[in-house]
């Protein structure tokens, strides 16, 4: 039956209204998964009461001042955030208060007063900060671009990024225990305590709107196979053959280039060895925002694209971010508090909660045997994400000393007061070891710092050209090495020990710059090492690919001992 214009009509607005209610109920639903965020106030009391005539300019004690100095004239509250696990949420934030400027740095400024990461660029006026632990960013509220005794109203709008369940960490920090008052008596509209001024400063956290987004994650592109290159091609060093010996290594008093495999056999030194005293295996995180070097972090969402104008680096768009680096330390049974221990700083360590006991079991029995020195381990995370535009990449792959300097700076202090020790000054007694990457930042930490360390381990070492941003004084990134620094330094008082699979990485990006083949690059590492009279062993492992996974069990004992010989207190 056809149904009246006027009743299809009043259907239709009937079937409007309802959707229209229905989608006005689900965005009121959605915002409550930021329910811990809308209200939020940050606030910093004035002690004294506020004078009938303020002073302009005039600043005032901060009712927050305490006689403890972890918790003087700043707060920290953490809460959850709601939502789902597995989605991520955009949240509008309307910010208002009453605040004085601070100034920060090392972040991106949104606007005039919003600053997404970064730190803090003054040590006296008062901060407002917002942490979200997923995705990993810390947000500022009072950004100016100097400082002074001046307070102003603010009243701004800002988008942040959050993921369901992730913890919020709201933290306030008035620095010196005074603030600028609130001298014009300002008020916000709409905010309390309106239409009264507040005695102080505050700032308070609506939220407007909540929209869920997708979660980008980046395509990488795909590797295609590396080719086996033969261990006796053109170009290849001149090994001594002990292939077709399961179990055989270079000896550890010989320098040279050998090649091992197919077949392997795992060391017995890998493996728990009744009545030998077993080390302490402990961790401890750094988060990025109190460090000095690497902070902020850096993250792509994208792989990058060869820049049209130098083929020899990408084009990456990238962001800061904020995370937490793991620190594994072994301190073995045999150390004697007090006493100065040589230690072997390793790349790419486990994350928290997942200590890896390879390395510790080979040096219990390397200890136990006084076949290396009484060494404490360290196992360092990287920041995260790998090459070009991730904060791995900005860490092991550029050239210069800079990882060197943080490890000396960030990571040391920490080991030896966390966990009493205390590590030697002496670069005889300081060895560095990482793969890939982190191969090619064992060597940068010795060849810019050989004041600080002196044995290199590198298995599948990025000896080619990942650097990024570019360079001018290294083009070729870490092929350099072998293609400039090595063969036209005087040699440094350094000990190498390479190895590389004959299956290693070849052209595994969209880089075509004749400086992507891992098995040429450690072959020209061994050649000029030896031309100029450095002391180094380079192993060519069969059947192995990136990172010589099926040749390590085998290799790694006598290699711990080979980069060990000479020093004073080894055997």
């Known amino acids: 039956m056809k149904l009246p214009a006027f009743a299809s009509s009043g259907l239709a607005c009937l079937s409007a209204c309802f959707l229209c209610a229905a989608s006005s109920h689900a965005a009121g639903d959605l915002k409550k998964v930021a329910s811990e965020i809308d209200g939020y106030r940050f606030e910093f009391p004035c002690k004294d009461p506020m004078p009938e005539n303020p002073k302009p300019g005039a600043d005032g004690i901060s009712a927050r001042m305490t006689s403890d100095p972890a918790t003087n004239d700043k707060f920290t509250d953490v809460k959850k955030f709601g939502g789902e696990n597995g989605k991520r949420y955009k949240v509008t934030l309307r910010v208002r208060g009453v605040v004085e400027p601070m100034m920060y740095k090392d972040g991106v400024q949104i606007g005039e007063r919003f600053f997404i990461s970064g730190v803090p660029n003054n040590a006296t006026y008062n901060i407002y900060e917002l942490a979200v632990s997923s995705p990993p960013q810390h947000f500022y509220f009072n950004r100016d671009d100097k400082v002074g005794h001046r307070i102003f109203t603010i009243d701004y709008t800002a988008d942040i990024e959050v993921d369901g369940g992730a913890t919020l960490t709201f933290h306030g920090d008035g620095q010196n225990g005074r603030m600028i008052t609130n001298f014009a008596k300002l008020v916000v509209p709409d905010v309390a305590p309106a239409p009264q001024p507040f005695n102080g400063q505050f700032i308070q956290l609506n939220v407007v709107d909540v929209v869920e987004v997708p979660v980008k994650k980046e395509t990488k592109p795909e590797r295609p196979t590396p080719p086996t290159r033969a261990f006796d091609a053109p170009g290849a060093p001149k090994f001594t053959r002990l292939d077709g010996k399961p179990g055989v290594n270079p000896p550890v008093d010989v320098e040279g280039d050998f090649v091992i495999g197919p077949d392997y056999e795992p060391a017995p030194e890998t493996k728990k060895v009744e009545g030998v005293p077993q080390g302490k295996v402990q961790q401890f995180q750094i988060d990025s925002r109190e460090t000095k070097l690497f902070n902020p972090g850096i993250a792509r969402d994208e792989f990058g694209t060869v820049d049209p104008n130098n083929a020899r680096t990408l084009i990456v768009k990238t962001h800061p ?48 045997q006084k076949r290396v020195p009484v060494m404490i381990a360290i196992m360092v995370s990287s920041g995260g994400g790998d090459a070009q535009g991730h904060e791995r990449g900005r860490e092991y792959d550029t050239m210069s000393g800079l990882y060197a300097e943080y490890i000396e700076s960030e990571v040391l202090p920490r080991v030896e007061k966390n966990y009493a020790v205390k590590l030697t000054k002496d670069p005889e007694g300081r060895a560095t070891m990482g793969s890939s990457s982190g191969g090619s930042a064992a060597l940068a ?24 941003p570019f360079n001018p004084e290294t083009p070729g990134g870490a092929w350099d090495f072998h293609g400039k620094l090595i063969p036209e330094s005087p040699a440094k008082p350094i000990r190498i020990w390479l190895a590389v699979g004959d299956r290693d990485n070849y052209n595994p990006n969209v880089m075509r710059d004749g400086m992507h083949d891992w098995v040429e690059a450690n072959h020209r590492m061994a050649k000029v090492l030896k031309e100029k009279g450095y002391h180094y062993q380079y192993v060519y492992c069969l059947n192995c690919g990136h990172g010589i996974a099926p040749a390590k069990p085998q290799l790694l004992p006598e290699a711990f001992e080979w980069l060990w010989k000479g020093y004073r207190n080894g055997k």
Not at 448 to 468: E, I, K
């Open 321 to 368: 971010i904020d995370y937490k680096r793991t620190v594994t330390v072994y301190v073995p049974a045999q150390y004697v508090a007090g006493t100065e221990a040589p230690f072997l700083v390793i790349h790419d360590g486990p994350q928290m909660g997942k200590p890896d006991t390879k390395v510790p079991q080979i040096l219990d029995n390397l200890i136990a």
């Open 445 to 468: 930490m010795a060849w810019y710092h050989p004041d600080l360390y002196r044995r290199v381990l590198a298995t599948s070492g990025t000896f080619v050209n990942q650097q990024w």
